[in-house]
Nanobody, 120 residues
Framework: QVQLVESGGGLVQPGGSLRLSCAAS????????MGWYRQAPGKQRELVAI???????NYADSVKGRFTISRDDAKNTVYLQMNSLKSEDTAVYYC??????????????WGQGTQVTVSS
């Protein structure tokens, strides 16, 4: 079984920074992609950023230039550096990974979510 453990959320003032981490543990054959989604109260879950095994990245327009996604393959960990945070970034942030346990199909896993609150 695979577990995703997220950390790094919290309360920060507008203009501040936070760094989220998500570590995947278990018997993993390969990781195809890792990413971050977020869900604000009353809104649908949306993509924030994603990074593939080939280090290709994709960002939501609302976070381009402010957030940076990166990964450490040796640790099966993905990071989200969030700078110049705004109140509208307030949400629960979820880590997602698409991976293979063997040479079989890709399986998707979600983390439990970590709260990010941007407020003065």
């Amino acid at each position: 079984q695979v577990q995703l453990v997220e950390s790094g959320g919290g309360l920060v003032q507008p203009g501040g920074s936070l760094r989220l981490s998500c570590a995947a543990s278990g018997t993993i054959f390969s990781i195809e992609s890792m990413g971050w989604y977020r869900q604000a109260p009353g809104k649908q879950r949306e993509l924030v950023a994603i990074i593939t095994s080939g280090d290709s990245t994709n960002y939501a327009d609302s976070v381009k230039g402010r957030f940076t996604i990166s990964r450490d393959d040796a640790k099966n960990t993905v990071y989200l550096q969030m700078n110049s945070l705004k109140s509208e970034d307030t949400a629960v942030y979820y880590c997602k990974t698409d991976l293979r346990l063997t040479t079989g199909p890709v399986i998707r896993y979600w983390g439990q979510g970590t709260q990010v609150t941007v407020s003065s």
